[in-house]
């Protein structure tokens, strides 16, 4: 008997506002509950943002009400697991909408895989991405370049990674980054110290993803097909 072939939607996003995309997750997990849809994997880039997971420690925001407002930062307190990140333009943020029990029933060999996915596109660029104990995550040496903070609710994932390609790191200044005080964060452009295209990464990303997680089929869908889904 043949089996179903696991497909996968992948829809770019481009520059978005948190909680709109946070809003689509929403949208989009209830779909896939459904089982209205296949596996969704959103990129994009949002503009300036702190989130807060459940677990935050609210001290690790140290930017006041001024320098929030000098820069334009939202903070948004979220779902997911995990401490305190930033979001900004050069990141690429990935939100993969999958359904674990058609992979493996498994949180952590899910986060597992994400850090592979981000550690094989490191490679790409000659970088040496690892893993650190006790930290989610992926990192070169003790800098870190891509955060990781999720939910699962019914087995269907929400939330996802933040890597850092251009992103302009001064702003990772007002917080303690996932609440981890003693390690620096990093990007692809630090590291090889020039401007990396995002397209190039994403169809890395892409690659990568639909290798580690098995998929026979990826499916290109703009933003406004996905939308026309949700009632």
């Known amino acids: 008997m043949n089996k179903e072939p696991r497909k996968l939607v992948f829809c770019d996003l481009g520059l978005i506002d948190y909680k709109e995309a946070w809003d689509l997750q929403k949208s989009i997990h209830q779909l896939r509950v459904e089982n209205k849809i296949d596996d969704v994997l959103f990129l994009l880039e949002h503009p300036h943002t702190y989130t807060l997971g459940k677990i935050a420690d609210k001290n690790n925001l140290v930017g006041d009400e001024k320098y929030l407002s000098d820069n334009k930062i939202s903070v948004y307190d979220i779902d997911r697991g995990g401490d305190i990140t930033y979001h900004g333009p050069g990141q690429i943020v990935g939100y993969p909408i999958i359904n674990l029990?058609?992979?493996?029933?498994?949180?952590?060999?899910?986060?597992?895989?994400?850090?592979?996915?981000?550690?094989?596109?490191?490679?790409?660029?000659?970088?040496?991405?690892?893993?650190?104990?006790?930290?989610?995550?992926?990192?070169?040496?003790?800098?870190?370049?891509?955060?990781?903070?999720?939910?699962?609710?019914?087995w269907i994932t929400t939330h996802g990674f933040a890597f850092n390609v251009n992103t302009d790191l001064k702003l990772f200044n007002g917080i303690i980054p996932c609440g981890i005080s003693d390690k620096e964060v990093t990007s692809l452009n630090r590291e090889l110290n020039k401007e990396i295209p995002l397209n190039e990464v994403k169809e890395k990303i892409i690659h990568h993803f639909g290798i580690l997680f098995n998929y026979d089929q990826i499916e290109f869908k703009a933003k406004e097909e996905l939308l026309s889904l949700i009632s």
């Open 101 to 154: 029990t058609n992979w493996k029933q498994d949180t952590h060999k899910y986060l597992r895989a994400i850090e592979e996915v981000v550690i094989k596109v490191c490679s790409e660029y000659g970088l040496e991405g690892s893993r650190v104990d006790k930290y989610t995550g992926v990192w070169l040496d003790e800098r870190k370049i891509c955060a990781i903070g999720i939910k699962v609710g019914r």
